[in-house]
């Protein structure tokens, strides 16, 4: 979480192991869930409404010890070129 919030991700709170990061836009979650597979080898799943009201729609990311610091970067790294190529709204980065 600390690093999407470094690049001005926004991640919602949560109190189990499932990181949510908001996208607010339905086209705009499907569209980086499926960049995210495609461009990067990385899934996640997009939740939409109905699960979610619109206009919170997230990626529900899982992460595991099986996940090491490499792949948590490069993920972020992806999120952060989505997110510009995507025109997503971000949060002010956290230092």
């Known amino acids: 979480m600390r690093r999407f919030r470094e690049a001005g991700i926004p991640v919602l709170p949560s109190v189990s192991h499932i990181v ?31 699960t979610v009201p619109k206009g919170t729609e997230r990626l529900r990311f899982t992460p595991s010890p099986d996940h090491d610091d490499k792949m948590m970067d490069e993920l972020v ?3 952060d070129k989505l997110w510009s190529h995507c025109n997503v709204a971000r949060m002010p980065a956290v230092a």
């Open 20 to 50: 949510p990061v908001l996208v607010g836009h339905v086209h705009h979650c499907k569209m980086i869930s499926d960049m995210l597979l495609n461009d990067f080898s990385i899934y996640v799943q997009p939740i939409n409404y109905p």
């Open 77 to 79: 790294s992806a999120m």
